[in-house]
């Protein structure tokens, strides 16, 4: 019962670096987003996804993209890291329908920006 | 917009203390609301949900009311173990699914 999985679980970049956060879930979940935490200012949201082909922007998407072109995957990709994207990332999915569902949560990934 | 105000921590505990943790919310419309559990090293947990007014989640011996005429949804715990040690996350999801987590609560209970 693997449920939410992101890798890599840590990330060391350099600034102006590329890379790609990977986020799967196998519960057949239309909604997924990603989050970042950061300390003090709990978890804000990035992009989300209502199902696949559909995304959306969140509280904070400058620097970061996202695809969802099958239900089960959702990346997260930042085009040219910088330091203040430093930071905790989390992936979460539910099912649609309704504000009464919860989110089911990834481990994280740690990722720092040098 | 929406958002979620929760108490500043961190908070420190004896074992068998009785925890609250405040939480109030700004919402548009009826938002459902949480409680996540966070431990060390792993992503959050559901501890309890309410989903209309005066609704009472519990789990684990957790409560949480939701109070519509003060837009609160307070977490207490009558007797904190050890174990309860972690940060603690309100949360909202209104219906357009715009959810806002508060900053975090870290619980330390000592035994």
């Known amino acids: 019962n693997a449920g939410v999985t992101q890798t890599p679980k840590f990330q060391v970049l350099k600034t102006g670096q590329s890379m790609t956060l990977q986020c799967a879930q196998d519960?057949?979940?239309?909604?997924m987003s990603w989050y970042r935490q950061d300390p003090g200012m709990g978890l804000r949201l990035i992009h989300y996804s209502v199902g696949a082909g559909i995304t959306d922007q969140g509280e904070v998407p400058n620097g970061y993209n996202v695809s969802r072109s099958t239900t089960e995957d959702f990346p997260l990709r930042l085009l040219s890291a910088a330091p203040s994207q430093t930071s905790v990332y989390f992936c979460?999915?539910?099912?649609?329908?309704?504000?009464?569902?919860?989110?089911?949560f990834g481990d994280g990934t740690r990722l720092s920006i040098l | 917009g929406n958002s979620v105000t929760q108490m500043e921590g961190p908070v420190t505990l004896s074992e068998e203390a009785f925890l609250t943790i405040n939480c109030t919310y700004t919402a548009t419309g009826y938002p459902s609301l949480f409680w996540y559990v966070q431990y060390p090293g792993e992503g959050l947990q559901l501890l309890l949900k309410?989903?209309?007014?005066?609704d009472k989640g519990s789990n684990k011996g957790f409560e949480a009311t939701y109070r519509k005429e003060t837009t609160s949804f307070h977490l207490e715990k009558g007797s904190v173990q050890v174990s309860d040690s972690a940060v603690y996350f309100c949360?909202?999801?209104?219906?357009?699914?715009?959810?806002?987590f508060g900053a975090g609560t870290r619980l330390t209970v000592k035994p």
């Open positions: 519960m057949n979940h239309e909604y």
């Open positions: 949360a909202l999801r209104d219906n357009n699914n715009d959810m806002r």
């Open positions: 309410a989903t209309k007014a005066d």
């Open positions: 979460a999915s539910s099912p649609s329908g309704g504000n009464n569902q919860p989110q089911h």
